[in-house]
Structures are given as structure tokens and as C-alpha cells.
């Protein structure tokens, strides 16, 4: 079940939410609401989940109980324990077909079906026991209190990615009001319209992109279908941030926010700032700062930067596209380190922002082809290289209307082009979420008129309703 479907809107939410308000257990209300979510999706896998709290439940008592060499092997074996898990589920097939490669053997087929989350989740319990490590937070002694903060199905199957001091205080005790309340409808609709209204609708024509033989692809095709992919990934993430954090806000939660514009960026060092930020942060508190950080010269700080990468192509998936994806983007943050950086901030900033978009293109063609062969046959064509185009008759076919309204709406609203709009209305101005870097600075966001509200969100239930295509990307991470 997702959140953009018929289903949640209608028949999930009000229901659970009616119970939500109406009891004085929240917690309970939360977690059992969570749990009916999560088995609806994956059934049997709830076991799994149950497991992994109880073992972080124990581990996190026990290493607050602890000190000196202790403390940091039981925080090591506990990590490791919940990367194991991770790896058996996400890696075990690609690891067999490395080893079948250096071996020279058949690969036997041991892919096991990923559960959904488990990225996610497994990273949130691990920021957990680091930060009981660090003394940052008491371990946790409520099972049900611990349960709701990694099961609460507002960020359970695909973040944001949401720590434990974050939301501490609300765990124990939450004030609700119709200011919270209100705040999160405006974020789950605006959420549900970048999901419904643009990512779905830009959607054929990546696929019809990555669906054609490579030899067949045109440089249209291949511009058009990238421009295509690189709006649906970000609406269809960046929307389902959204509606999650605008759940979180009706639920009297804050969570921190995801994405800041990152096709504005002037860089990629700037774009990994502003993309998918919880994950980006994560990396750099529990992988980039121990690993040394910057702290230990430049060569030191170069492969810190590319151990970070290789990590973030790894998280996304296990093939060596998302590999090549992660290091892509690593060589040219480390190139604007050590060359480009004041180039970049000395060129006009219409220059710096075609570098960068130019590259993350170029990066969401390995990220979704299938391999390196259709991915090298895309940028060939990108580059001005493609087949010769038999035909324009089929372009209507995949370059719907409705398509390209998507497409041109997806582009201006890459931008922060709306806010600057609302600014010069004057229109007032509401508490959003809090940045994930400061915990206790607060993002004010334009309230949107009451009617646009309820027009959008009209217009995504009847393109719900009259269409089956409504995937969600971010769910295969």
C-alpha cells in the first residue's frame, strides 16, 4: 500500500486517524496502525522487523550499560549484526556473482525477495545504537515506545530517514493542534501532487526510453527520456517525502525535511546537500566523521569522500550500475575539491547549474538502465550519436499531452519558482519542518490557498482512479 492510492486515502488514513485522535494511547494506536500498514505490504516480513527491535532493543541497553573497550565492541557487534541482515537480503545474490566470476563457477540462484524498508530501517536502528554509543541519547527501555519510532508507517518504507533524538521528545509526549494539523495536509498534498501529478505522468516516457533496443535509440528519444527520468526520480521521492512528512504532522510529529531544491544546486558537492538529505547526512555522521572526515589531509579526505560514494551506490542497489552511479558522482565532488570549485564559483551561475545538471543526467542513466551497454548507448546518444529516427509518427504515443504539461511543469517547479511566486503575493506564512542539520531551526513555508488545495487534490484522486500506473521508486531501494 502506498500513499498515493485509493486505498490509504480513502479507507487507511481516515479510519486509523479517527482512533488516533480519539483514544488517549497513541503510541499503541501508532504502532498497531503501523504494524495492519507494514503486513499489508509484506505479510510474513513483519517477523523480521519484530526481530531486528528486539535484538536493537537488547543491544541498546547493553551498551548503555557498558563502558571503555565493552561499550565498543557490543556497539560493534550490534552494527555489524543489523549489516548482516542488510547484506543476506539486498546482497547475497551479487556477491555470488562476483565470487562465480572470480571463480569461474555457475552462479546458483540465492536472490532472496528484499523486504520493503529494510534499507531504511536497518540505517535507523543503527544511528540509534551509535548514538546510545555516544551518550547522545539514553537507550530505550519502552519496547513499544522503541517499536513506534522505527515502525511508524510515515517514514517506515522509505524514509526520510528519521534518528531517534529527532523525535525523542514527541515519543514521550506530543501536543496535538489544528496548526499541526493543518500544516500536514498542506505537505501531503502538495506531496501527492508531485507523485500523482508529475512523476506518474513523465513516467512513459523513461520507460519507453530505457524499454527500446539500444541500437534503435534516437538523440530525441534519449534526451527526452532522460529529461523524463531525471523528473520522475525526484517528484516521485521528493513527493513521497513530502506526504510522509505531512503525515508526521498530523500525527504531532516532526520529521526533518528531504530535499531542497537539488537541481538548483551550482555543484554536485552543493546537489548532495540538497538531495535526498537524511541519507546524506547520515553517511556523513556514521560513515564520513569516523572514517576521519577532513581532518587527516587531502589524500586522507579524497578516499573518505569515495568510500562515501561507493557506499551510497551500494545502498541504492546491488548491481555495479549503482556502483558506477555512486563513484560518478564521488570523482566529480572530489574533482570540484581539488580543481573545480573556484572555477565553478566564478563562472556565471547559468554555466554552473548546466555542469551540474549535465552531470546528474548523465549519472540517472546508469542509476536506471538496465547495464552498462543500454546505459552506454544512452549517453552515446545523448552526446549527438543516436540511431536515425525511422519515424516520428510513434511520438505521440509516448509524448503524450498530458506528458508534456508534466514535463514542462516538472522543469519550472525543479526551481524554486513557486515560493518566489507566493513571496511576491505576499501570501502568510506557516512553521514546515525542521532542517535535519539543526534540530531546533524552523522552516517557514507559504500557506497555499484553501482551494488550490482541494483542486489538486481533486485532480489526483481522478487520475488515481483512471489509471493503474502508480509505482514508487524508491520502494526497490
Not at 110 to 117: E, F, N
Not at 257 to 274: K, L, M, Q, V
Amino acid at each position: 500500500m502506498v500513499f498515493s492510492s485509493v486505498a490509504f486515502i480513502f479507507y487507511f488514513l481516515p479510519i486509523f486517524l479517527l482512533f488516533y485522535y480519539l483514544t488517549g494511547i497513541r503510541n499503541s494506536v501508532l504502532l498497531t496502525g503501523s504494524t495492519i500498514f507494514y503486513v499489508w505490504g509484506e505479510g510474513h516480513y513483519i517477523f523480521l522487523l519484530i526481530a531486528l527491535l528486539a535484538f536493537n532493543s537488547v543491544a541498546g541497553r547493553l551498551i548503555g550499560g557498558a563502558s571503555g573497550r565493552v561499550r565498543v565492541a557490543l556497539l560493534t557487534a550490534a552494527v555489524t549484526g543489523n549489516v548482516l541482515v542488510l547484506a543476506v537480503f539486498k546482497y547475497s545474490q551479487f556477491l555470488m556473482d562476483i565470487a562465480a566470476s572470480v571463480g569461474q563457477f555457475q552462479a546458483p540462484d540465492v536472490a532472496l525477495h528484499l523486504p520493503l524498508g529494510i534499507s531504511f530501517f536497518i540505517f535507523q536502528l543503527v544511528s540509534y545504537l551509535v548514538e546510545v554509543h555516544r551518550g547522545t541519547i539514553e537507550p530505550e527501555r519502552n519496547f513499544v515506545r522503541l517499536s513506534t519510532y522505527v515502525m511508524m508507517f510515515p517514514h517506515l518504507v522509505a524514509g526520510p530517514i528519521v534518528r531517534y533524538v529527532d523525535i525523542q521528545q514527541e515519543l514521550h509526549h506530543r501536543a496535538m493542534n489544528h496548526h499541526h494539523v493543518a500544516v500536514g495536509i498542506q505537505y501531503f498534498i502538495v506531496g501527492l501532487c508531485q507523485k500523482v501529478m508529475i512523476a506518474n505522468s513523465v513516467a512513459p516516457a523513461a520507460d519507453h526510453l530505457f524499454g527500446l533496443p539500444s541500437s534503435e535509440i534516437t538523440t530525441f528519444e534519449a534526451w527526452v527520456g532522460t529529461l523524463a527520468y531525471t523528473l520522475q526520480i525526484y517528484f516521485d521521492f521528493c513527493g513521497y517525502s513530502n506526504m510522509a512528512i505531512g503525515l508526521a504532522f498530523m500525527l504531532g510529529f516532526r520529521f526533518p525535511r528531504n530535499f531542497d531544491y537539488p537541481y538548483a544546486s551550482r555543484s554536485i558537492t552543493e546537489f548532495w546537500r540538497r538531495w535526498h538529505m537524511s541519507l546524506s547526512f547520515w553517511f556523513r555522521d556514521y560513515v564520513y566523521i569516523p572514517l576521519g572526515g577532513s581532518r587527516y589531509g587531502e589524500l586522507k579526505t579524497i578516499r573518505n569522500l569515495l568510500i562515501v560514494f561507493l557506499v551510497t551506490g551500494l545502498w541504492h542497489g546491488a548491481a555495479w550500475t549503482f556502483v558506477f552511479w555512486g563513484l560518478f558522482h564521488g570523482f566529480f565532488v572530489v574533482l570540484e575539491r581539488v580543481a573545480l570549485k573556484g572555477v565553478l564559483e566564478a563562472s556565471p551561475q547559468i554555466i554552473a547549474r548546466l555542469y551540474t545538471l549535465t552531470v546528474i543526467m548523465v549519472g540517472w542513466v546508469f542509476f536506471r538502465a538496465h547495464d552498462f551497454q543500454q546505459a552506454s548507448m544512452v549517453v552515446k546518444a545523448l552526446a549527438g550519436f543516436g540511431a536515425e529516427p525511422a519515424s516520428w509518427q510513434p511520438l505521440m504515443v509516448w509524448v503524450t499531452p498530458e506528458t508534456l504539461v508534466a514535463l514542462v511543469l516538472g522543469c519550472l517547479l525543479s526551481f524554486p519558482v513557486l515560493p518566489a511566486v507566493l513571496e511576491k503575493l505576499r501570501m502568510p506564512k506557516i512553521h514546515g519542518a525542521s532542517l535535519p542539520a539543526a534540530r531546533h531551526e524552523t522552516v517557514y513555508v507559504h500557506a497555499l490557498p484553501t482551494l488550490v488545495l482541494i483542486t489538486g487534490l481533486l485532480l489526483c484522486v481522478t487520475l488515481l482512479a483512471s489509471t493503474t500506473l502508480n509505482p514508487f521508486l524508491y520502494f526497490r531501494f
